[in-house]
């Protein structure tokens, strides 16, 4: 993969006939999951009825997914924008990098899909056990994202700085995306992440008298 273009299936050695499977269960567990939330709502929704849409086993889906919220949450994407940001150039300024990859994130995991990132956004504000299990994987992703912040700029990862901006970025997008659903999705997400970026980068600014 070049520092200036998205990876592409290309870009990758193929997968084994083993890790296709495991990739085509999991979506069908997520898609299951998502028809029947639209159907019957979250709280409704069983595994017992996610694995028999699916056509798997109860034990399969905890297998790939220990809690109903990870159905929800768990995605593919953070190993690929961790990739995105460690191809970037080096010479390039920290904030136009945390752009891109941010962009990127947006491109691969609102546009591609809005439907299902609406649906997300809006379970993580609308039942509790949803945005507790957000939040406790923020800390995994803020683990991986202080990795690829060190390896890009030299700093330690466990340093106090470092872990500080990471968590910062990882809460700022969360927020952005609570922000989203709350207003009933009517913003560019696009737009909100670069409102967002810009507290990030320059602070909170002063309101205009």
């Given amino acids: 993969m070049t520092a200036a273009r998205t990876p592409t299936p290309a870009d990758r050695p193929r997968l084994g006939l083993r890790e296709r499977k495991k990739i085509k269960t999991r979506e069908a567990i997520r898609e299951a999951t998502y028809a029947l939330i639209k ?9 017992e009825q ?4 699916a056509e798997v086993s109860p034990s399969t889906v ?8 990870d159905i929800v949450l768990t995605d593919e994407y953070d190993p690929v924008l961790l990739e995105e940001l460690r191809a970037r150039p080096t010479d390039e300024p920290w904030p136009d990098t945390v752009r891109h990859v941010m962009r ?3 491109r691969t995991g609102v546009e591609e899909d809005a439907e299902v990132a609406r649906l997300r956004t809006h379970l993580m504000v609308q039942v509790p056990a949803v945005r507790s299990r957000m939040m406790e994987s923020m800390s995994v992703t803020g683990r991986m994202l ?6 890009r700029t030299g700093r330690d990862p466990d340093s106090l700085e470092v872990r500080v901006y990471a968590m910062s970025l990882i809460g700022g997008l969360m927020e952005t995306s609570l922000y989203w659903a709350e207003n009933g999705h009517r913003d560019d997400f696009a737009a ?7 507290v990030l980068q320059h602070g909170l600014p002063q309101e205009e008298i």
């Fill in 50 to 53: 996610i694995a028999e849409r």
């Fill in 146 to 151: 202080c990795a690829a912040i060190a390896e």
């Fill in 39 to 47: 159907e019957h709502g979250y709280d409704a929704t069983t595994i």
């Fill in 192 to 198: 909100l992440v670069d409102r967002t970026l810009e």
């Fill in 62 to 69: 905890f297998r790939y997914f220990p809690t109903k919220e």
């Fill in 104 to 106: 990127e994130a947006i």
